[in-house]
Every structure is written in C-alpha cells, then in structure tokens.
C-alpha cells in the first residue's frame, strides 16, 4: 500500500479505479448498456426461450447479444442453459433476454408452476417420467 | 443441446448440501446433458472480510451452480440445481426456490452437525424435502434412524441411503422425494 502522508487528496477519478478493482460491475453495465434486471419471475432459471425465425435479421445488437440469439436460433433452452453455454453472468443473460423480447425476437415459454404449490397431475407426471426413464 | 419443441412444461428441483457431500456428482450420474454453471452475482454485507476500513458495506461476489437436464415426457422436462448450503448465498435461494417441486437435501453422515443451518434454509424457504444420505468410499451404511435422530427430522421426511456416483441411486433418491411431495398434497 502506498504511504499516506505522501498521498494527493483523493480525487475522483482514484476512486473509480480503486472501485473498478473490486468486481466485474463495469464490463456488465456496458454488455447491458446500463439496463435493470427484469423482475425477479421474468426469465428465471427455468424459463424456456427461443429465437423467432425472423430474428437473425435483427440490427444493431451487442457482440453478447448476438451470441445468446445465435445460441437459442435453432431450439428451446433454458435461461439457465443460455447462461452456462455462453458463459455469461446470469444477470447479463437476464437483461438481455428482456431486451430482446422487447424487440421481438423471442418466443418465450415461462416455467411451472406457476401458484404457490405443484398440483397432483403435475407430480404425478414427474414421477412417471423419472420411473420411465430409469426403469424404477 | 436442444429441448424437444413440445416441451411446454419445464419443472425444477433443487440438490442441496453442505460443499463437498455430492451435489454435483448426483447431478452429473443422472443429466441428460454435461453439466452446467451458471454464475451468479450476490451482494453480501461486508462483514468477515478482512480490511473492513475500505471496503463499503456490501460487496458483490459471484458464485458458480452447477445444474441438469432431464426431459421426462414429450412435454416435460426436470432441471436439477445444486444450490450450496451457505447463509450468506440466501439471494439465490429466493430466486431458485420460486416454483421449485422440492429439495433432495444430501447429507453426509460423518458430518451431520453441518447440514443444520442447510435444513434451516429449505424449511425457511418453504421447500418440502427428502433426505439422502451419500454413501461415501470406504465408509458403510449408516443407520437411517440414527441419522433421523440425530437431525431431528420430522417423522414423515423420507431418508434415503443413496451413493450419487450411482445413476440408478440418484434417481431412487428423485423418486423417493417425488412421491413424498405427492403425499404433502393431502
């Protein structure tokens, strides 16, 4: 650490550079332009996306913007799978998955349930899938 | 890579423990796809951090989940998140335990005394859950009633030995609490 007493007053700007050391804010505000996540239940971990068949002509989109609906072109994953392939910060992924379906670019499928409390055929078809599926 | 089309239903359940009890091993023996990370950002207040003089009151660190894919029907598919136990990552837990089914809660019979402040979690959060009890190397079964005990479980909460390097253990340990969800129903 460098000696106080030798120290200039701390001006403004050290202190962003002493702030910028801290975390990755910085680089995320730029990908996402400085936007706001999205409410807590929109394009949560399980939230099902795809791109629409017109939205590769879609202008003007960030380089990480452009790699998550390249990503999603061709299928449905999940928000959370969109965020472990393109190694994006969840968060990032989130706002900018928002934006897009602003531009209309997504078609979107949200998760269930959506109440409080699965409901009985709902667990019941996981059961019998998981029983399927491992012969149990 | 890609879901069926007809997937219109995507469920979620969480895998919960203690670091190192399995979580994404369990993960890993029953995915359909390699594993995942997401990677999160958390605040956190500063406190236990070492130079408290400099540092404002909540810092934001990022933590990695590990998680799975199962599509069980047509229409249907199951992801698995390994959510870690710790108090401090109780922002993730808000948003992973939103619509999840349930929690499978792996604990590790040598070190039951961590796995407390982790079923203090999944009760706050209001999760119905099962215990699985992995089985380590070279360590034999444990008795499920001591275990039971020794957590002070409520009678009906099933507990299961399980060994999560095992495919078809993993997804007894699934059904287990599946079936256990289904009889909360009343």
């Known amino acids: 650490m460098r000696d106080e007493a030798d120290q200039e007053p701390v001006t403004p700007d050290e202190v962003d550079l002493d702030l910028e050391l801290t975390g990755d804010l910085v680089p995320l505000f730029v990908i996402t332009k400085g936007r706001a996540l999205p409410p807590a239940h929109q394009f949560s971990h399980t939230t099902l996306v795809t791109a629409k068949k017109d939205a590769h002509a879609a202008r003007q989109l960030s380089p990480e913007a452009r790699s998550v609906l390249d990503l999603v072109a061709d299928g449905y994953l999940s928000v959370a799978e969109v965020a472990g392939y393109t190694h994006l910060p969840l968060g990032v992924v989130r706002i900018l998955l928002a934006q897009m379906e602003e531009s209309d670019l997504l078609v979107v499928r949200n998760p269930v349930p959506s109440a409080e409390r699965p409901d009985r055929e709902l667990l019941s078809a996981v059961l019998d899938g998981l029983k399927t599926r491992f012969g149990a | ?186």
């Open chain 2, 1 to 186: 890579m890609y879901l069926d089309p007809d997937v219109s239903h995507a469920v979620k359940i969480l895998i919960v423990g203690h670091f190192g009890v399995g979580k994404t091993t369990c993960i890993g023996s029953i995915s359909e796809i390699e594993p995942l990370q997401t990677e999160e950002e958390i605040t956190e207040a500063s406190e236990g951090f070492d130079d408290l003089s400099r540092t404002p009151d909540k810092v934001t660190t990022t933590v990695a989940m590990d998680f799975g894919r199962l599509t069980l029907s047509e229409s249907l598919v199951l992801y698995l998140f390994g959510t870690p136990g710790q108090e401090r990552f109780k922002e993730m837990w808000e948003s992973l335990s939103r619509g999840a089914l349930g929690a499978l809660v792996l604990v590790d019979p040598e070190r039951l005394q961590e796995s407390f402040s982790i079923l203090d979690l999944v009760e706050r959060f209001g999760l119905t859950y099962a215990i699985g009890v992995n089985r380590f190397d070279g360590t034999t079964d444990y008795p499920l009633d001591e275990v039971r005990e020794a957590l002070n479980l409520a009678a009906e909460t099933p507990v299961v030995a399980c060994d999560v390097r095992d495919q078809q253990s993993s997804a007894q340990a699934l059904i287990t609490l599946v079936q256990h969800l289904m009889t909360t129903l009343g």
